[in-house]
């Protein structure tokens, strides 16, 4: 969970400094629509913040780094798949349900 929250935030971090509007779980609909720059930010700042906490607290052992490596990489893959349906029009994640 730590390695998926750390590599969440930062496409948002970087839409946000960029100052693009950037799709996040606040917009309409959630996680397609645009969100403005400072939604992102703080969206970006609360996965980083929790992601480091999660990672601080548990990542002693060498399997508990591997996960969290596992779960970055895994994170990696479904938001490029959802954030680039989304910019190329599509509905991302939310259209494989039907």
Partial sequence: MAGALLVNAVPHGVAAVQGRPFPSPFADPPGVGPSPPPVNLAWSALNALAGAALLRRSAGTTAERT???VGGLAMGAVLA???GSVQAGGT??????R
């Fill in 67 to 69: 996960s969290a490596v």
């Fill in 81 to 83: 798949f959802h954030f």
């Fill in 92 to 97: 991302g994640l939310r259209g494989l349900g």
